[in-house]
């Protein structure tokens, strides 16, 4: 199967400042991107799915000025968490897919990024 | 009641014991994914099903289209098949997966 990469694996910041993550497919074209938070013991909660060259499209419930997501490549997705509050404190998963792809149903996680907002 | 039922939610077994995962869903689906999350987080494919069964290693999924129903077995289970275990359907006409609460599997030595 095709590998998805996220950066940073962790991380740690203070209130109120902004953190970026990653989300690279990394030998496929994904065209669509999802971005998911899960906090602990719990499943995974979809925050937005997001298409190459398109703006997001936000789960209900979800800000999307304070989850900035930005899908300007078929390899990269990025999410921007703005001005982090401890709430935000969760472990954030994307996945691709390509659906144009040989994997045509087939969405490939990436490892997560724990943030944690002191 | 949720699009994607699994059962158990919580399965302790003994090394080398057979391992059975449920999962019924309410609505059509192009697929059904089977997810494993470690501890650690990340989480791995294990398989994608729209039909009949697969196969790899220990691992066997299957999954009955008209009862709406996929199980996810494990023969001769070992401690690092510890884990939580996840299905996840991909809805017809739709992208993204509605996802069953997991199962939190744990196998002692």
């Known amino acids: 199967g095709a590998v998805v990469s996220q950066h940073p694996s962790w991380v740690i910041c203070k209130s109120g400042t902004s953190v970026k993550i990653e989300c690279r497919s990394l030998d496929f074209q994904a065209t669509t991107m999802f971005w998911y938070r899960q906090f602990p013991k719990q499943s995974l909660m979809l925050m937005a799915t997001s298409n190459e060259g398109s703006k997001a499209t936000y789960e209900q419930g979800v800000e999307k000025d304070k989850f900035l997501i930005n899908h300007a490549s078929l390899t990269l997705s990025t999410l921007t968490v703005t001005s982090a509050h401890p709430e935000d404190s969760s472990f954030y998963i994307c996945?691709?897919?390509?659906?144009?792809?040989?994997?045509?149903?087939?969405?490939?996680f990436g490892p997560g990024t724990r943030l944690t907002v002191l | 009641k949720n699009e994607v039922e699994q059962s158990p939610q919580n399965l302790t077994a003994q090394e080398g014991e057979f391992i059975t995962i449920n999962c019924s869903y309410s609505?059509?689906?192009?697929?059904l994914h089977w997810l494993q999350q470690h501890p650690g987080g990340g989480i791995v494919s294990l398989f994608m099903?729209?039909?009949g069964k697969k196969k790899h290693g220990r691992l066997i999924a299957t999954i009955n289209i008209q009862e709406k129903h996929s199980s996810l077995h494990i023969t001769a289970s070992h401690p690092r098949d510890s884990a939580v275990y996840i299905c996840?359907?991909?809805?017809?006409?739709?992208?993204?997966?509605?996802f069953g609460q997991g199962t939190r599997l744990t196998i002692n030595p």
């Open positions: 996945s691709a897919r390509d659906p144009g792809g040989p994997f045509y149903n087939e969405q490939f």
């Open positions: 996840a359907v991909l809805v017809q006409g739709a992208q993204k997966l509605v």
């Open positions: 099903l729209s039909s």
């Open positions: 609505v059509g689906i192009s697929a």
